[in-house]
């Protein structure tokens, strides 16, 4: 009865192939509906593949090299080192601040676009090319670069900058004895930028950051001064 039974299992019906044909047979032999077996192996492999997916978020996670956006600001002081010779009161050092957003695509790396105010130089005296007065001299800048933040401690993050930016350096002047005459000249120029800091995460999104940025502006079509900004700031990652 039993060789009968393979028999009838190992009969090949109309269109059936030989493989499907043994592994048939296999399956009657061993009390399992082959549909079924089939059916039992596919949902084995879905779990598997799922839990390999699963396990790959988690470590990209936990390890923080996802993909993701974020926004900064910063204020502080910034520093214009221009040359006083000859002006009696010249004051280097006023506020500054700066604007940025980022995206973080794996690895520590990031783009970043930002907007730097480097401060301004006021100061007064004998100035060049326009005798006895006071002057000013302010310096902004567009910047774009790639950051690198370093996983060093679970709350502390240091980073390093590097970019481009495009610098503008904007002096106006009053001469305040041949008759209260004044000038105004804006210069551009592209300038290379780097910086350094650190961030405290306050909340898992949330950091608080002290960092220092230097780069050089250019003023009256030659003259180049070295800029730098230490600022304080929030940074916000989404």
Known sequence: REQAHLAEALREPAGERHGDRLRRGRAWWRGVDPGAARCERTDIMKRK???????????MAASG???????GAGVGAGNIDVDCTGVTDCDKSNTGYKVYGGYQFGGGWAAELGYFDWGKVTGS???????TGTGKLRATGVGVG??????????WVPVVRLGIARNTGKLTATDT????????????STQPYFGVGIG????????LTGEVDFSRVKYLDSEKADVRLISIGLRYAF
Do not use: C, E, R, W
């Open 49 to 59: 593949n799922l839990l390999a997916i699963a396990a790959g978020l988690t470590m």
């Open 65 to 71: 090299v996802y993909a993701q956006g974020y926004l």
């Open 125 to 131: 005296g004998t100035l060049a090319g326009v005798g």
């Open 146 to 155: 790639v950051a690198y933040f370093f996983p060093v401690a679970p709350d």
């Open 177 to 188: 004895t041949n008759g209260g005459g004044s000038i105004s000249d804006t210069t551009h």
């Open 200 to 207: 405290y995460k306050m909340m898992p999104q949330l950091f």
